[in-house]
Each structure stands twice: as structure tokens, then as C-alpha cells.
């Protein structure tokens, strides 16, 4: 079992910067692989950002060059580091711990609002 914890959403203007931070407990965080998803009103939850065990990254088109995900096992921590944010990045953000394609935990969320 995995808690995950998000945190790091606000209110800031385009072209901010946010970071948010995704604290695991419960287990083993090293073996996860780790998602950060995102979800904005009337749209379906999108895939921002993952890392997997070894520290490979992927991303979103739309967030690549913007976003920047690492994580601290030390910490049991992984972050999303967000620059030049946009008013299209407004969503409730969400991190996933995923074991196996069936064996996976999500947080709660943390909104980010991006308005001037």
C-alpha cells in the first residue's frame, strides 16, 4: 500500500513557475514508477509528465521544454518543476505510483490555477 501525498498548487500568472511535490509513504517508493497527471474542468485526465524506477522521463508535447519531473528517493519524493506556465496548464494535478499496469495508487490532487 501507497499513500501519496501532492502538494505545491496555487494561484500564479503566466509565465510563473510552480512546483509540486508528490510524498509517497507506505512502501518501497524506489520500485514505483511515477506519473503526474492533470485533469481541467470538462476534460479527461491527461498524462503532464512520468519517470520511471531507473530515472527516465517522458512528456506531454505540450509541456515538453516547460516541465521537468525528478525525483529523490532519499525523500520519497517527485517533483514537477513547472516554468513559462500557461492558462491552458489550469487542472487539478495528480501524481500516480504505478508498480504493474494493474497494481497502482493515486494522491488527491492539488489545483493549479494559472490567471492574471
Known amino acids: 500500500q501507497v499513500q501519496l501525498v501532492e502538494s505545491g498548487g496555487g494561484l500564479v500568472q503566466p509565465g510563473g513557475s510552480l512546483r509540486l511535490s508528490c510524498v509517497a509513504s507506505?512502501?518501497?517508493?524506489?520500485?514505483?514508477?511515477i506519473t503526474w497527471y492533470r485533469q481541467a474542468p470538462g476534460k479527461q485526465r491527461e498524462l503532464v509528465a512520468s519517470?520511471?524506477?531507473?530515472?527516465?522521463?517522458n512528456y506531454a508535447g505540450s509541456v515538453k521544454g516547460r516541465f521537468t519531473i525528478s525525483r529523490d528517493n532519499a525523500k520519497n519524493t517527485v517533483y514537477l518543476q513547472m516554468n513559462s506556465l500557461k492558462p491552458e496548464d489550469t487542472a487539478v494535478y495528480y501524481c500516480?505510483?504505478?508498480?504493474?499496469?494493474?497494481?497502482?495508487?493515486w494522491g488527491q490532487g492539488t489545483q493549479v490555477t494559472v490567471s492574471s
Open positions: 500516480k505510483a504505478a508498480r504493474t499496469s494493474t497494481l497502482y495508487y
Open positions: 519517470i520511471t524506477t531507473g530515472g527516465s522521463t
Open positions: 507506505g512502501s518501497i517508493f524506489s520500485i514505483y514508477a
